[in-house]
Protein backbone atom coordinates (compact mmCIF):
# COMPACT_ATOMS: atom_id res chain seq x y z
CA UNK A 1 0.00 0.00 0.00
CA UNK A 2 1.43 3.26 -1.20
CA UNK A 3 2.19 6.15 1.86
CA UNK A 4 -0.63 8.47 0.39
CA UNK A 5 -3.05 5.69 0.69
CA UNK A 6 -2.15 4.79 3.94
CA UNK A 7 -2.45 8.36 5.22
CA UNK A 8 -6.01 8.33 3.42
CA UNK A 9 -7.05 5.57 5.28
CA UNK A 10 -5.51 6.73 8.83
CA UNK A 11 -7.63 10.31 7.98
CA UNK A 12 -10.62 8.41 7.35
CA UNK A 13 -10.29 6.15 10.69
CA UNK A 14 -10.13 8.72 13.03
CA UNK A 15 -12.77 10.81 12.14
CA UNK A 16 -15.61 8.47 11.36
CA UNK A 17 -18.77 10.27 13.03
CA UNK A 18 -16.17 11.55 16.18
CA UNK A 19 -18.82 13.45 18.94
CA UNK A 20 -17.48 15.83 20.90
CA UNK A 21 -19.53 18.13 23.18
CA UNK A 22 -18.52 20.14 25.84
CA UNK A 23 -19.09 18.71 29.53
CA UNK A 24 -17.62 21.34 31.44
CA UNK A 25 -17.23 25.01 32.21
CA UNK A 26 -15.09 26.81 34.31
CA UNK A 27 -16.19 30.68 33.93
CA UNK A 28 -14.96 31.92 37.33
CA UNK A 29 -11.92 29.96 38.53
CA UNK A 30 -10.80 30.60 42.33
CA UNK A 31 -7.68 32.16 42.57
CA UNK A 32 -4.42 30.20 41.60
CA UNK A 33 -0.74 30.76 43.39
CA UNK A 34 0.67 30.15 40.29
CA UNK A 35 -1.16 33.96 39.95
CA UNK A 36 -2.87 32.73 36.58
CA UNK A 37 -6.55 32.65 34.77
CA UNK A 38 -7.43 28.72 35.07
CA UNK A 39 -10.85 29.10 33.12
CA UNK A 40 -11.46 26.08 30.61
CA UNK A 41 -13.84 24.10 28.81
CA UNK A 42 -14.20 20.64 28.64
CA UNK A 43 -14.77 18.49 25.61
CA UNK A 44 -15.81 14.77 25.87
CA UNK A 45 -16.10 11.55 23.04
CA UNK A 46 -19.07 10.07 23.52
CA UNK A 47 -18.36 8.34 19.76
CA UNK A 48 -17.46 5.02 19.23
CA UNK A 49 -14.23 6.26 17.56
CA UNK A 50 -11.33 8.47 17.76
CA UNK A 51 -12.00 12.11 17.09
CA UNK A 52 -9.32 14.82 15.52
CA UNK A 53 -9.76 17.17 17.86
CA UNK A 54 -8.01 19.84 15.87
CA UNK A 55 -10.15 20.09 12.75
CA UNK A 56 -13.21 21.59 15.47
CA UNK A 57 -13.37 25.30 16.11
CA UNK A 58 -15.09 27.26 18.97
CA UNK A 59 -16.89 30.21 19.17
CA UNK A 60 -19.02 32.52 21.39
CA UNK A 61 -22.54 33.05 19.83
CA UNK A 62 -22.37 35.82 17.14
CA UNK A 63 -18.68 35.71 17.35
CA UNK A 64 -16.02 34.10 14.86
CA UNK A 65 -15.07 30.72 15.12
CA UNK A 66 -11.53 29.85 16.00
CA UNK A 67 -9.66 26.80 15.59
CA UNK A 68 -8.36 24.50 18.42
CA UNK A 69 -5.02 23.98 18.71
CA UNK A 70 -3.24 21.64 20.43
CA UNK A 71 -0.01 22.11 23.04
CA UNK A 72 2.90 20.93 22.88
CA UNK A 73 3.39 17.51 23.84
CA UNK A 74 -0.25 16.48 23.83
CA UNK A 75 -2.39 14.30 21.31
CA UNK A 76 -4.77 15.74 18.32
CA UNK A 77 -6.31 12.40 18.59
CA UNK A 78 -9.20 12.16 21.43
CA UNK A 79 -10.03 8.49 22.10
CA UNK A 80 -13.51 7.30 22.60
CA UNK A 81 -14.72 8.08 26.09
CA UNK A 82 -11.26 10.34 26.91
CA UNK A 83 -11.22 13.96 27.65
CA UNK A 84 -9.17 17.38 26.44
CA UNK A 85 -9.67 21.06 27.64
CA UNK A 86 -9.44 24.34 26.34
CA UNK A 87 -7.25 26.44 28.67
CA UNK A 88 -5.16 29.68 28.47
CA UNK A 89 -1.64 28.79 27.17
CA UNK A 90 -0.38 30.33 29.92
CA UNK A 91 -1.46 27.94 32.32
CA UNK A 92 -0.93 24.81 30.80
CA UNK A 93 1.85 24.15 33.54
CA UNK A 94 -0.88 23.68 36.11
CA UNK A 95 -3.56 22.13 34.18
CA UNK A 96 -0.94 19.37 33.23
CA UNK A 97 0.10 18.91 36.78
CA UNK A 98 -3.62 18.58 37.86
CA UNK A 99 -5.69 16.87 35.20
CA UNK A 100 -5.95 13.05 34.59
CA UNK A 101 -3.27 11.65 32.28
CA UNK A 102 -4.01 11.44 28.88
CA UNK A 103 -5.72 14.41 28.98
CA UNK A 104 -5.15 16.45 25.60
CA UNK A 105 -4.79 20.17 26.91
CA UNK A 106 -5.94 22.79 23.73
CA UNK A 107 -5.73 26.49 23.60
CA UNK A 108 -8.62 28.05 21.20
CA UNK A 109 -6.54 30.77 19.12
CA UNK A 110 -7.68 34.12 18.00
CA UNK A 111 -10.92 33.80 20.07
CA UNK A 112 -9.12 33.65 23.52
CA UNK A 113 -12.71 31.97 25.17
CA UNK A 114 -10.64 31.20 28.23
CA UNK A 115 -7.78 33.56 30.06
CA UNK A 116 -10.71 35.80 30.62
CA UNK A 117 -12.43 35.51 28.01
CA UNK A 118 -16.07 33.23 29.65
CA UNK A 119 -18.09 36.08 30.85
CA UNK A 120 -18.80 35.97 34.75
CA UNK A 121 -22.56 37.38 33.83
CA UNK A 122 -23.51 34.40 31.42
CA UNK A 123 -23.18 33.26 27.62
CA UNK A 124 -23.32 31.04 25.09
CA UNK A 125 -20.41 29.18 23.60
CA UNK A 126 -20.61 26.75 20.02
CA UNK A 127 -18.65 24.31 19.55
CA UNK A 128 -18.28 23.10 15.32
CA UNK A 129 -17.54 20.51 13.62
CA UNK A 130 -15.05 20.69 10.33
CA UNK A 131 -18.29 21.44 8.10
CA UNK A 132 -19.18 24.56 10.47
CA UNK A 133 -22.25 22.71 12.32
CA UNK A 134 -22.55 23.56 15.56
CA UNK A 135 -22.65 20.26 17.28
CA UNK A 136 -22.49 21.29 21.27
CA UNK A 137 -23.39 24.12 23.18
CA UNK A 138 -23.12 25.49 26.47
CA UNK A 139 -25.47 28.65 28.03
CA UNK A 140 -25.51 30.18 31.32
CA UNK A 141 -27.16 33.25 32.55
CA UNK A 142 -25.76 35.30 36.03
CA UNK A 143 -22.49 34.86 38.03
CA UNK A 144 -21.94 30.98 38.94
CA UNK A 145 -19.72 31.85 41.76
CA UNK A 146 -16.18 31.75 42.07
CA UNK A 147 -14.70 28.14 42.07
CA UNK A 148 -17.96 27.30 40.75
CA UNK A 149 -18.04 24.67 37.74
CA UNK A 150 -20.78 24.15 35.81
CA UNK A 151 -21.34 20.61 34.35
CA UNK A 152 -23.18 19.10 31.90
CA UNK A 153 -25.43 16.30 33.33
CA UNK A 154 -24.82 13.65 30.84
CA UNK A 155 -22.98 13.78 27.60
CA UNK A 156 -26.25 12.76 25.53
CA UNK A 157 -28.43 15.22 27.61
CA UNK A 158 -29.88 17.82 25.36
CA UNK A 159 -28.04 21.40 24.48
CA UNK A 160 -30.29 23.16 26.93
CA UNK A 161 -29.85 25.21 30.32
CA UNK A 162 -31.61 22.80 32.38
CA UNK A 163 -28.97 19.83 31.27
CA UNK A 164 -26.32 21.70 33.15
CA UNK A 165 -26.10 21.92 36.89
CA UNK A 166 -23.90 24.38 39.48
CA UNK A 167 -21.24 23.03 41.84
CA UNK A 168 -20.07 25.49 44.17
CA UNK A 169 -17.49 23.06 45.21
CA UNK A 170 -15.02 23.02 42.12
CA UNK A 171 -14.92 21.36 38.82
CA UNK A 172 -14.13 17.60 37.74
CA UNK A 173 -11.88 18.59 34.79
CA UNK A 174 -10.67 15.65 32.29
CA UNK A 175 -12.78 13.40 34.18
CA UNK A 176 -16.26 12.39 34.39
CA UNK A 177 -18.57 14.85 36.27
CA UNK A 178 -20.39 14.53 39.41
CA UNK A 179 -24.01 13.85 37.76
CA UNK A 180 -23.35 11.66 34.35
CA UNK A 181 -26.35 10.17 32.71
CA UNK A 182 -25.67 8.35 29.58
CA UNK A 183 -28.99 8.34 28.27
CA UNK A 184 -31.55 11.35 28.18
CA UNK A 185 -34.27 10.69 30.63
CA UNK A 186 -37.62 11.68 30.97
CA UNK A 187 -38.96 14.69 32.51
CA UNK A 188 -39.08 13.45 36.05
CA UNK A 189 -38.64 16.14 38.83
CA UNK A 190 -41.26 19.41 37.72
CA UNK A 191 -40.33 22.56 39.97
CA UNK A 192 -42.78 25.42 39.35
CA UNK A 193 -41.20 28.04 42.09
CA UNK A 194 -37.23 27.14 43.08
CA UNK A 195 -37.99 29.18 46.10
CA UNK A 196 -39.40 27.86 50.08
CA UNK A 197 -41.31 30.70 52.02
CA UNK A 198 -42.39 29.12 54.74
CA UNK A 199 -43.24 31.89 56.99
CA UNK A 200 -45.83 32.70 54.66
CA UNK A 201 -47.26 29.26 54.46
CA UNK A 202 -45.12 28.52 51.20
CA UNK A 203 -43.31 25.22 51.41
CA UNK A 204 -40.80 24.57 48.33
CA UNK A 205 -43.35 22.12 46.29
CA UNK A 206 -42.30 19.92 43.65
CA UNK A 207 -43.43 16.69 41.81
CA UNK A 208 -41.58 13.85 41.48
CA UNK A 209 -41.88 10.56 38.72
CA UNK A 210 -40.46 7.72 40.08
CA UNK A 211 -41.71 4.56 38.93
CA UNK A 212 -43.01 1.53 41.04
CA UNK A 213 -39.66 -0.71 40.44
CA UNK A 214 -37.49 2.79 41.32
CA UNK A 215 -36.17 4.26 44.68
CA UNK A 216 -35.23 7.95 44.64
CA UNK A 217 -33.75 10.17 47.33
CA UNK A 218 -34.09 13.52 47.79
CA UNK A 219 -31.65 15.66 49.69
CA UNK A 220 -30.98 19.20 50.52
CA UNK A 221 -27.19 20.67 50.73
CA UNK A 222 -25.35 23.74 51.62
CA UNK A 223 -23.19 25.47 49.41
CA UNK A 224 -20.57 23.77 50.09
CA UNK A 225 -22.11 20.34 49.62
CA UNK A 226 -22.77 19.27 53.39
CA UNK A 227 -26.24 17.10 53.24
CA UNK A 228 -28.78 18.86 55.30
CA UNK A 229 -31.94 16.75 54.39
CA UNK A 230 -32.81 13.94 53.24
CA UNK A 231 -36.49 12.53 51.80
CA UNK A 232 -36.67 8.80 50.85
CA UNK A 233 -39.48 8.19 48.13
CA UNK A 234 -40.31 4.75 47.02
CA UNK A 235 -42.16 4.63 43.32
CA UNK A 236 -45.28 4.03 42.35
CA UNK A 237 -47.45 4.71 39.40
CA UNK A 238 -48.72 8.64 38.85
CA UNK A 239 -45.62 10.14 41.12
CA UNK A 240 -45.49 11.66 44.15
CA UNK A 241 -45.91 15.32 45.46
CA UNK A 242 -43.02 16.53 47.68
CA UNK A 243 -42.91 19.54 50.15
CA UNK A 244 -39.80 21.15 51.85
CA UNK A 245 -40.62 23.45 54.90
CA UNK A 246 -36.79 25.04 55.54
CA UNK A 247 -36.06 22.65 58.01
CA UNK A 248 -33.15 19.94 58.39
CA UNK A 249 -33.22 16.49 59.63
CA UNK A 250 -33.45 17.44 62.80
CA UNK A 251 -36.38 19.53 62.56
CA UNK A 252 -34.28 22.72 63.16
CA UNK A 253 -35.26 25.71 61.30
CA UNK A 254 -32.82 26.86 58.42
CA UNK A 255 -31.35 29.93 58.01
CA UNK A 256 -32.74 32.34 54.69
CA UNK A 257 -30.36 32.05 51.86
CA UNK A 258 -29.40 29.61 48.62
CA UNK A 259 -29.65 26.03 49.22
CA UNK A 260 -28.55 23.20 46.72
CA UNK A 261 -31.65 20.47 45.84
CA UNK A 262 -30.32 17.03 44.29
CA UNK A 263 -32.86 14.22 43.53
CA UNK A 264 -31.21 11.20 42.72
CA UNK A 265 -33.30 7.76 41.01
CA UNK A 266 -32.11 4.44 41.13
CA UNK A 267 -32.95 0.51 40.00
CA UNK A 268 -31.62 -1.97 41.38
CA UNK A 269 -29.55 -0.10 43.15
CA UNK A 270 -27.93 1.48 39.58
CA UNK A 271 -28.04 5.30 38.94
CA UNK A 272 -30.31 6.11 36.32
CA UNK A 273 -31.02 9.71 36.96
CA UNK A 274 -29.56 12.62 38.65
CA UNK A 275 -29.90 16.52 38.86
CA UNK A 276 -28.78 19.62 41.26
CA UNK A 277 -30.62 22.52 41.31
CA UNK A 278 -30.30 25.58 43.58
CA UNK A 279 -33.27 26.53 45.29
CA UNK A 280 -34.02 29.56 47.92
CA UNK A 281 -35.20 29.75 51.34
CA UNK A 282 -36.83 33.28 52.18
CA UNK A 283 -37.43 33.97 55.93
CA UNK A 284 -39.36 36.92 56.15
Known sequence: MSKSLCLLFFSL?????PQLVITEVMPTPAPGADGQDHEYIELYNMGGQTALVSSYCLRRRGGNASSLTVLPGHST????????????????????????????????GKSRLTGYGLRNGGMTIELLDEAGRT????????????GSALERSGPRMPDKQESWCIHPWGGTAGSRNRFWINRPPGARLHLPDPSCRPDRGRPLSLFIRVEPE?????????LRG???????ITGHAGGRQVAWYGRDDSGR????????????????SKRIYAILKPVMLVRQ
Open 77 to 108: LIPSGGFALIIPESASSYFKNSCPPGTSLLTD
Open 226 to 232: NRIRRID
Open 214 to 222: ERAALTIHT
Open 13 to 17: AVQVH
Open 253 to 268: DLDAGCYLLKLEIRRR
Open 135 to 146: VSTATWSGDPGQ
